[in-house]
């Protein structure tokens, strides 16, 4: 059998005002290769790889894409060692503090936060697409009753398409495109809300003028026909905060789901309407649902945390903790910290005791202090407190997911725009063949 021998060595050329003139190369087969190296604005490092296949016949193998940069993206930029966030530069947690959810919206999508005049503008042309076309409603007439809320908002955001034809069209002019990110903005909330309304057999509620983004969105959730809900200041702080939360997070796998289909042309609608397929898988978005279940759970089995903790440690066991670990932090998930004090805060003005919340910090303390998720730096995300605010507002679980596909639709929509915007091309990866190679096509009686 031959054997290979591959040596891979990179040094770099630190000309520290010609990043152009940094390259790696390494020795394949007695040749040598040579490429780019790329830093971006944060100093973060890449080889850039496009042309090795050419080069060499050689592709990367990197499954889970643990290593590979898909994109060169301005939008977010997150350090998983040192846990920091930041949309368009500005850190996170000066956004959960200071702005509005359309403030940030517009920050991520357009690269600045806006004017008064702008933003006035932005409001007002989203508030005049809240309202979804009638016929959408029969939609709801064909999903069962216990069809999952994640299901049904795909199928009617890729609906969407259905509806406003002219998003098809992949030439859309700068005007276009702003009003078919507009259109989905200002429906979604809306959505979002029938799934609610129709899953209780509620008549839905329509969006009010006079309401902003988020009242609008809790008032046709929560509100009646007949009869506008009136939200104490710590409910609609809440909703905002967890909003801008969740917002974007670079390339996470339905952010990059959004991008793939958006590469192929797609329309908006659709792209969007793939990530939040993306999105309801419980290691991603739908760990927030999970969370809550596996807390009820331990909760319905006596509370004994460490329990739960040597199952999660149990490597024949499949259970995981919910609403632990990250591909990227591994040190702390700031948007973790924020939260656990948004829901501390938000119970307490509502007099909400919950009893899962004691569970969650029983499990939170006695899993920083476990060996186990210490030496594989596993610590709680964004997930693991979100469903209790949720919760203690009023949603149901299989609504968190939706809650989240909310939030993070102004990234979704950022990350598609950015892709048009630079023009990128298809995305299509390889792969290493490890199927039979060449068979005899069998008669029936060789079967
Ligand atoms: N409970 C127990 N063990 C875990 C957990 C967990 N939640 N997460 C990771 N591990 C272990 C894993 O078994 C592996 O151990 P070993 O090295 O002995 O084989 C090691 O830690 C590394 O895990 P991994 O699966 O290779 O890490 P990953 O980067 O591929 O997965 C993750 C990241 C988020 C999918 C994973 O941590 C997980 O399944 N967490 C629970 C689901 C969850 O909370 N998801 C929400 C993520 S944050 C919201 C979002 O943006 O999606």
Redesign the pocket.
Known sequence: MGCFVIHFYIFVNTHRNLIMSETASFTLDGNKFEFPVITGTENEKAIDISKLRDQSGYITLDP?F?NTGATKSAITFLDGEKGILKYRGYKIEDLAEKSTFLEVAYLLIFGNLPSKEVLEQFRTDIKKQMMVHEDMKMFFSGFPSKSHPMGQLSCLVGALSAFYPESLNPNQSEEEEYKTIINLLGKMPTIVSWIQKKSLGHPVVYPKKDLGYIDNFMNMIFGEVNCDKIFDEAVLDAMRILLILHAD?EQ??STSTVRIVGSSNANLYASVSAGINALWG????G?NQ??IEMLEDIKNDGGDVEKYLAK??D?NDPF????????VYKNF?PRAKIIKKACDDVLEKLGVEDPVLDIAKGLEKAALSDQ?FID?K?YP????YSGIIYRALGFKSDMFTVLFALGRLPGWIAQWKEMRDNKEPIGRPRQVYTGETDRTYPDDTQR
Not at 320 to 327: D, T, Y
């Open positions: 889970g643990k997070h996470n796998c419980p290691l991603h978005g760990a999970a969370v999660a440690k490597k995981r903790l919910m609403g632990f670990g990250h591909r998930d186990y594989r596993l995300n964004v997930d693991f």
